[in-house]
């Protein structure tokens, strides 16, 4: 029972669930919709975190081949879970995610649809198999940052569909999605996947994802995203530290460390997110080692 739970990976609903309280602490103090509930916001929280859990299983069973060779994943590609089942536990979750969006908002909604069809479709499957595209992966997971905050800025009461300062989000996840790309070149470049790191090197996807990082830093002082800037800021040095050292190693701490940088600032406004953090962390950890023997999560820079 428990690989069907961790089958969503739900140590990455940290950054979704990162982005979506800056987009709701961000909403907040730009409120126009007087009818915006609590339950609004679980609403639209429980349905964007199904759709993501689709997205992450939808990726598993696209990269099968991958993992196994880079020795990650275990679930999917050893056989522990049957490509079918994974199938329909990721239709479940991404129909019922956009379905409890469309009953909490009508934004919320068309927001998650496509959500599911552009990471869920377009990033993974053919024709489009954008993930393993240089540029087409990283448009894909800045829009995802983008259309995650927006969802938290709708589900406070924020006003339209794309407030200019969510374009600050999509540099965030450009810039962590370029570092997180690095560890799986062996795989990748063995199944033919040409990622930016694969295409560019190891040097020239730091730089970027430190111009990109800094780019970020501006944008959210421009627009007082102070819950994004301070964190971003701090985290600059180990940019740069990773483009000096040019190892491998040192691009995942960096990656690691902006994550947790994030969580800790969003816990200084909602602390209670502490809670669901140590409880995925911990019981991660748990799952982790007894069934594979596995030392994960971790901050660890390898």
Not at 267 to 288: A, D, E, K, T
Request: aromatic share 18%; proline share 5%.
């Amino acid at each position: 029972m428990f690989d069907y739970v961790f089958l969503v990976r739900p140590t990455l609903m940290y950054p979704i669930w990162i982005y979506f309280l800056c987009g709701f602490w961000s909403g907040q103090r730009w409120p126009v919709v007087a009818h915006v509930t609590t339950l609004h916001a679980v609403m639209i929280g429980t349905g964007l975190t199904l759709v993501m859990a689709a997205v992450s299983i939808f990726n598993q069973i696209r990269d099968a081949e991958t993992d196994r060779i880079n020795r990650k994943l275990f679930l999917i590609c050893d056989g522990h879970v049957p490509v079918r089942t994974a199938y329909i536990e990721a239709l479940i979750c991404g129909l019922l995610g956009v379905a409890i969006g469309w009953m909490a908002e009508l934004r919320a909604g068309v927001m998650l649809a496509f959500a599911l069809f552009m990471a869920g479709y377009l990033y993974s499957f053919p024709p489009a198999r954008m993930k393993d595209r240089p540029i087409g992966g990283l448009l894909v997971n800045g829009f995802g940052g983008l259309i995650v905050f927006i969802l938290g800025w709708i589900s406070a009461g924020g006003a339209g569909w794309f407030p200019l300062r969510s374009l600050t989000y999509f540099g965030g996840f450009s810039a962590v999605m370029l570092n997180t790309t690095m560890p799986d070149m062996k795989g990748d470049r063995e199944t033919g996947k040409i990622t930016f790191p694969v295409k560019y090197g190891v040097r020239p996807t730091v730089i970027w994802a430190l111009i990109v990082e800094v780019i970020t830093v501006c944008a959210a002082f421009y627009f007082h995203e102070w819950i994004l800037f301070f964190p971003g800021l701090a985290m600059v040095p180990f940019f740069i530290y990773a483009l000096t050292k040019k190892h491998v190693a040192d691009v995942i701490r960096a990656t690691k460390y902006s994550v947790f940088a994030m969580a800790i600032a969003i816990c200084w406004v909602f602390p209670w997110f502490l809670i669901p953090m140590w409880l995925i962390f911990f019981g991660s950890r748990w799952y982790y080692r007894k069934r594979f023997g596995f030392d994960y999560p971790n901050l660890k820079s390898g």
